[in-house]
Nanobody, 124 residues
């Protein structure tokens, strides 16, 4: 059984930074990992993904140049460094794991496991 637990969310002013963490437990971590977000009244959307051994990364256009995804396979943790935050980044951020991603980057439906999410609120 895989469990993903996010942390690091909070309230920050526009222009500030936050670092999200996602700790994984379970039989394997050597898979594609991703971050998604969902704002009130909106669909869940892709934010960033990182491939096995961090060989490749992908970002949504809206966060490119501001967010950085990384992973530490030893401690089974994936990170999302978020800089230059904007009010439109306000959402619940979810960590996700795709065991057999057939496309890159994986869409929401490609993921097999999800965390419960962590709230990020950016004030103007």
């Amino acid at each position: 059984q895989v469990q993903l637990v996010e942390s690091g969310g909070g309230l920050v002013q526009a222009g500030g930074s936050l670092r999200l963490s996602c700790a994984a437990s379970g039989r394997t971590f050597s898979t594609v990992m991703g971050w998604f977000r969902q704002a009130p009244g909106k669909e869940r959307e892709f934010v960033a993904a990182i491939g096995m051994s961090a060989v490749r990364t992908a970002y949504a256009d809206s966060v490119k140049g501001r967010f950085t995804i990384s992973r530490d396979d030893v401690i089974k943790t994936v990170y999302l460094q978020m800089n230059s935050l904007k009010p439109e980044d306000t959402a619940v951020y979810y960590c996700a794991q795709a065991l057999y991603a057939s496309r890159w980057p994986p869409s929401a439906m490609d993921n097999d496991y999800w965390g419960r999410g962590t709230q990020v609120t950016v004030s103007s």
